[in-house]
């Protein structure tokens, strides 16, 4: 039988002299794509499920791939005497079963089919078929305003999800009939096999063969799910945002996820936040800042001003003098830590002076007269720009007294 099988790195689709990740790799996309839980129903795809998990069992192990190299299926196969355990004597020594099932889990995030050894050669301890199985998780995504996002709020998200058939309740069977209990394995999913090699006979489990490891017989499958026991169908479920979340981050929405298998609970869904950009406002963690324009008058006098912030418009006394560019800090108007409202950021508020591009003739002659009288006017004309004379010196109070005894 050893020579009818197919090469082991032709099944993964790999090189000989392939790496242990290029192997594991292409056993991932090859056992996704050929899982019964994916493919229902479909013979080939169960046949070639078990090609790839017995390919990978041995390319996986050091010593089962060296011997394979050099002898082909003959050095694995426990017949041929070279012992080692092969896929009659003992399963997965090397190359380990918690690996296999944490590949699978990380693929189908535990909502297909479950653990592992339910698949034949695999050897050890085997899952009962109809225990119950809770449901794989789901990611979905929520559309929030910048708003939302900082204060909380109640939306409505849709995704698909594995449920129950509504039409057989989960039981894969057509209206008025109930699946039967395997006679063969007696609705274990396994049968014993006895492997005779040169060193005893070797017991070993398998599939059963008549109810391809499921321990049930659907005689008529139910027309809405075609005998899985389940649908995929689009939902609507309300969920409430936390507070402070930011864009890229998840919360956790209990229960909802896949339905589970013979009785399993639901999986969760996790909700991942995107956020919109906001016309005035951008976040740095929990501190929030914004621009805010004032007018030539007002930075140089002084003026009251009114600030946007989350919680609506606030006023502040912005001294006279201030310079374009100025940052000040209005302390807990940012936003609320997640699940946390005592902790909060500020605002950061940074001046931007409007220079006007239209002005009137009784507006320039009034900004030339201001110009003219302008004490610290910087040094920056015709006469080019020097640094050391950026400014021109201030007059003393006896410099000034004397030019207001002149105008007398």
């Known amino acids: 039988m050893a ?19 290029e192997i594991k790799k292409a056993f991932r996309k090859k056992a996704k794509q050929y899982h019964p839980d994916l493919n229902p129903d479909d013979a080939t795809a169960e046949k070639n499920f078990k090609e790839v998990n017995e390919a990978y069992e041995v390319l996986s192990d050091p010593d ?20 080692g355990g092969g896929f009659g004597g003992g399963g997965f020594s090397g190359s ?73 309740g989960g039981s894969g069977c057509k209206e008025g009939t109930k699946p039967e209990t395997c006679k063969e394995c007696g609705g274990s999913g396994r049968v014993t096999a006895q492997s005779r090699t040169p060193f ?22 139910c027309t809405r799910c075609k005998g899985a026991g389940m649908i995929r169908r689009k939902v609507k479920i309300s969920v409430d945002v936390p507070a402070g979340i930011d864009k890229g981050n998840a919360f956790t929405v209990r229960g909802q ?17 995107k956020i919109k950009p906001h016309p005035i406002f951008e976040r740095d963690g929990y501190d929030v800042h914004c621009n805010v324009r004032i007018t030539y008058s007002q930075a140089v006098l002084g003026s009251e001003i009114y600030v946007p912030t989350l919680d609506g418009k606030v006023k502040y006394n912005m001294p006279a003098g201030t310079q374009s560019g100025t940052r000040f800090r209005l302390r807990e108007r940012g936003i609320q830590a997640v699940n946390n409202p005592a902790l909060r950021g500020s605002q950061y508020v940074t001046v931007i002076v409007d220079v006007p591009k239209k002005v009137t003739e009784n507006q320039k002659e009034l900004l030339r007269k201001f110009d003219a009288e302008y004490i610290d006017k910087p040094v920056n004309d015709a006469r080019g720009y020097d640094p050391a004379s950026n400014y021109g010196k201030k007059k003393t109070i006896f410099e000034k007294m004397k030019d207001d005894f002149k105008s007398r």
């Not at 020579?3 to 990740?21: F, H, P, Q, T």
């Not at 909502?111 to 695999?122: L, Q, S, V």
């Not at 809770?134 to 979905?140: K, L």
């Open 3 to 21: 020579d009818k099988k197919r090469d082991y790195y032709e099944v993964l689709g790999i090189k000989k002299g392939a790496s242990e990740d």
């Open 200 to 221: 005893g006979t070797f017991q070993t489990q398998k599939n059963c063969p008549t109810c391809s490891g499921k321990g049930k017989i659907i005689k008529e499958p």
């Open 64 to 83: 089962k791939k060296s011997r394979y190299d050099r002898f082909g299926h003959a050095g694995v196969d426990p017949n041929a005497g070279f012992g």
């Open 96 to 168: 380990g079963f918690d690996d296999l099932g944490d590949i699978f889990s990380s693929i189908f995030g535990g909502g297909f089919g479950g653990g592992f050894g339910g698949f034949e050669g695999f050897g050890g301890a085997t899952r009962n078929p109809n225990a119950p199985r809770r449901g794989a998780n789901i990611e979905a995504n929520i559309n929030l305003t910048f708003e939302e996002a900082a204060k909380g709020c109640k939306k409505t998200i849709e995704f698909p999800r594995i449920e129950k058939c509504d039409v057989c």
């Open 257 to 273: 996820g896949n339905h589970g298998v013979n009785g399993g609970s639901q999986g969760d869904v996790f909700v991942i936040a």
